[in-house]
């Protein structure tokens, strides 16, 4: 089995050591016998956090994912809680997993109320906007998507990558804390790199509470594994009746053409 991790941005030289410490939490959790590529966009805007800048970007990494089905990879792995998870999964034959749906469905597994704790305001709204997309509100509490203050940035993120205990953890226990309250038995991290970080330093539950902070990038990882497998023993991937009924790949490609993607 091969999988691919699209990430929604171009290469960044000097995020190396996220990069590397996210491949030491990932791939060890997948089985002997899979592979897994981590690709970047050729074209990224390198910014989601607006509706407008995410639609562009989503355009790209649906790209890429035709790309890697068409370099003979068995699923594909959207690397971003900002996603177009229902694009990509109408124009793909194979599986197609995201963080927010795979890890969301993980959850409703772990308890009964789930929240998402965030690295920025906007990207709560792409979040929320998952939730009602999956059907899975009434599974979340009242402001079920919520930020650590102050937002995330490339300090941050790689402050966590040498010791989120420092400052990362701190905001996000601050946050996930009032999500308990307000009825949260499991939390997820919603951001793609956060998650593996908090695993591999041992942050797994917010102390004292029984609730489990989940790393949503490798759950949701395992559950396309889980995809593909059963794609490839069974053959069935997804419904082509309404929604995901793939279009006339001529018709695509002019459409295609006319934004000189292909």
Known sequence: MRLCWIHPTTANDALAP???????????????????????LPKSGNFVRSLYAEHINSVHIVEAALQAEADGYDGVFLGCWNDPLWEAREVLSIPVGSVSEQSMLAA???????????????????????LLAYGLRDRAIVRPVRTILPESDAALLLGAVDDPHREFIPRVEEVARECIRDGADVILIGCA????????????????????????????????????????????????RLQLRPPAREALDGARRSLSLV
């Not at 996220?18 to 970047?40: K, N, Q, S």
């Not at 539950?205 to 490839?232: C, F, N, Q, R, W």
């Open 18 to 40: 996220l990069w590397a410490r996210l491949e030491e939490a990932v791939r060890p959790a997948l089985h002997v016998g899979t592979g897994l590529d981590f690709r970047f």
């Open 108 to 130: 409703l597994a772990m308890g009964k109320r789930l929240a998402v704790v965030t690295v920025s305001q906007k990207t709560t709204v792409a979040i929320e906007n998952d």
């Open 193 to 240: 790199y956060y998650g593996p970080l908090l695993r591999l330093a041992g942050y797994t539950e917010v102390p004292g509470t029984g609730v489990p902070v989940v790393d949503s990038s490798t759950v949701a990882l395992k559950y396309l594994e889980a995809m593909t497998d059963i794609a490839m023993k069974t053959g069935i991937v997804k419904s082509t």
